[in-house]
């Protein structure tokens, strides 16, 4: 469920440990052309996953582009000057493997995983997605299509709904407030020649970091992505556009729409990714609603049985973080599941968590985020994130020390200080 949940919400990334072993092995190159590669050698699985990454996604759009980083990013993968679309998944699995791409807020990822043997063709097939994607008329319309659907999929789910008018009222005009895919509208516009000006701009040496982790030869690795990649242009990866602040409505916004359960989603914006309170602001979204040992679900849903399904979502952002907690209830128990909600959040900016409640939330979050890094895919995924993102690959390990240190006065004070003036989405269902 909390799985699912992070990719409704378009947050697929959190900060998890590291051990010295796994950091002792990574090794960091800058290409003369300014594109960043880390390599992390580890012979416990016999395979090899890669993570290019590019300083894009939906902190670089607008209301007029909105989604434009996923679609280029799905037709990408969709056929080169080389391969068609059938010819690039044929190649992929001759080698065990998949080469996908996907987008989020500050990222956007050409993903790559293979039997460790096919080291070389993987990064061969990664770069011909990346240097020369097709964008071939049919493709770009069958994505169209695709992508068309999936947003009217998620309109009608009401969790989905309630969160993407949610991060409207939360971030106003900043573009973490956009839609990741896009609305229909904004993808039914945009044009090939679109699609591809907006690859152009994205792709250059400097704003991007590729992160190898598997049973590989680093030397070679490092030699042949030189070969594949040192002929792509350095750009400028300042990106001095001004955006519009975070503007919460601070407000409660009722919205009706077909639907079996109520939900009630109520946000507020937290530190940022490497900020001093950021590991405070973690353990507190962990003692609220960590699994059946958090405080909303041990109060709302074993005492009061008022949920159906409910949590704490908190982003990691370069910018202002969204923290969003949610529940959803019977139409008949929404102010009292309301209520609930805001009493337990109270309750945190009031009291701190107890010396049990502190502990299970630091172990909930050493402990399960450290399971979502038993893959090379995954481990390839962190190196190049938080590379890309400016806190340095290493970050995790810094992250696991941060939140060992965290205390219940820094929690409640990380709840005084953020916690405060909410902004709510409740979708209730339409009336007969």
């Given at each position: 469920m909390k799985r699912a949940l992070a990719v409704l919400f378009g947050v697929l990334a959190m900060p998890v440990l590291a051990g010295a072993a796994e950091t002792s092995a990574v090794t960091r190159h800058v290409l003369p052309n300014g594109m960043t590669v880390l390599i992390r050698e580890s012979r416990v699985a016999r395979t090899v996953a890669a993570s290019l990454q590019v300083a894009a996604g939906s902190v670089s759009e607008t209301s007029e582009t909105a989604g434009i980083t996923s679609f280029v990013h799905r037709v990408m993968v969709r056929g080169t000057a080389r391969r068609s679309a059938t010819q690039l998944a044929e190649a992929a699995e001759?080698?065990?493997?998949?080469?996908?791409?996907?987008?989020?807020?500050?990222?956007?990822?050409?993903?790559g995983r293979a039997l460790?043997?096919?080291w070389d063709a993987l990064l061969t097939l990664i770069a011909d997605v990346v240097t020369s994607p097709a964008f071939r008329d049919d493709e770009v319309e069958r994505v169209r299509r695709l992508m068309s659907a999936e947003i009217q999929s998620r309109a009608d789910r009401p969790l989905a709904s309630a969160m993407d008018a949610l991060m409207r009222d939360l971030y106003g005009r900043h573009p973490y407030g956009l839609p990741l895919a896009g609305t229909r509208d904004t993808i039914a516009a945009v044009s090939r020649q679109g699609l591809v000006d907006h690859y152009r701009r994205m792709y250059r040496a400097d704003r991007v970091v590729l992160a190898v982790s598997g049973d590989v030869p680093g030397a070679q690795v490092r030699k042949r992505v030189e070969r594949l990649f040192g002929r792509m242009e350095r750009g400028d990866a300042r990106d001095s556009r001004e955006r519009a602040s975070p503007t919460p409505t601070r407000q409660r916004r009722v919205i009706e729409q077909a639907a079996r359960q109520a939900q009630v989603v109520v946000g507020y914006l937290t530190p940022a990714l490497g900020d001093a309170d950021y590991a405070a602001g973690k353990v507190l979204a962990a003692v609220l609603g960590s699994g059946t040992s958090g405080r909303l679900f041990r109060e709302l849903r074993e005492r009061q049985g008022l949920a159906y399904a409910l949590g704490v979502l908190n982003a990691s952002r370069r910018g202002p973080a969204a923290f969003v907690a949610h529940i959803g209830t019977e139409a008949r128990n929404i102010r009292a599941a309301e209520a609930g909600m805001r009493a337990e959040i109270d309750r945190a900016r009031a009291e701190p968590?107890?010396?049990?409640?502190?502990?299970?939330?630091?172990?909930?979050?050493?402990?399960?985020?450290?399971?979502?890094?038993?893959?090379n895919s995954r481990q390839a995924w962190y190196l190049a994130f938080y590379e890309l993102i400016g806190v340095g690959w290493d970050f995790p390990g810094r992250y696991a020390k941060s939140i060992e240190a965290v205390t219940a006065d820094a929690v409640l004070a990380a709840a005084r200080r953020?916690?405060?003036?909410?902004?709510?989405?409740?979708?209730?269902?339409?009336?007969?």
């Open positions: 001759d080698i065990g493997g998949s080469v996908v791409g996907s987008s989020d807020a500050e990222h956007a990822e050409i993903q460790a043997q096919h968590p107890t010396a049990e409640e502190l502990e299970r939330a630091k172990a909930y979050i050493l402990g399960t985020l450290a399971m979502d890094r038993r893959t953020y916690l405060d003036g909410p902004t709510t989405v409740v979708l209730t269902p339409t009336t007969p």
